[in-house]
């Protein structure tokens, strides 16, 4: 994995970090924007090795940050199973021509199994303080919404910015 991949990550997940960290929640939900970051980092760079350095300290940085008691593991173990559901989706998308359909499609199912594997696992270890239906229906599905339009004009700048159309591939 090449130094400038590394660090664009880096980049990536530590803008997304600063903004997870300082925007408020908005009737009880929070937008994972790091979660977003994520995204776009392993869009940009879809290795294996990227995905498992985003997973990790995006799952480290979310864990320092939790609000939810007890949700640092669960967190952890969140980030770096979503890296990996978002490089194969990345890898089934990477025919598809829009850039706003395709990170559109990550950006939503991303954050749904994101919230599915963070309830689920922190139901199993800790426990949730609603039912998980309530929780999926009135977190979860509108933060998946709210994360679509976010990754999707994320995406598109960091494209601009970076110059590039495809993906950076070691």
């Known amino acids: 994995m090449k130094i400038k991949n590394m660090i664009l990550t880096s980049v990536l997940l530590a803008m997304g970090f600063v903004l997870h960290a300082i925007v408020p929640g908005f009737f009880g939900m929070k937008f994972d924007l790091l979660l ?12 294996i090795k990227n995905t498992l350095l985003a997973g990790l300290l995006s799952g480290i940085l979310t864990a320092m940050t939790t609000t939810f008691p007890g949700g640092q593991l669960p967190n952890m173990i969140d980030k770096v199973v979503t890296a990996f559901i978002v490089l194969a989706l990345v890898k089934v998308l990477m025919n598809v021509k829009s850039d706003s359909v395709k990170s559109g499609i990550i950006g939503f199912v991303g954050t749904v199994s994101s919230g599915m594997i963070f309830l689920t696992s922190a139901l199993l270890i800790v426990g949730l303080p609603a039912p998980l239906g309530i929780l999926v229906t009135s977190i979860v599905v509108p933060t998946a919404i709210a994360n679509t339009v976010i990754t999707v004009i994320v995406y598109k700048t960091a494209v601009m910015a970076l110059g590039t159309r495809k993906p950076v591939l070691d």
């Not at 977003?36 to 290795?47: E, V």
């Open 36 to 47: 977003t970051f994520m995204f776009i980092a392993i869009m940009i760079n879809p290795s």
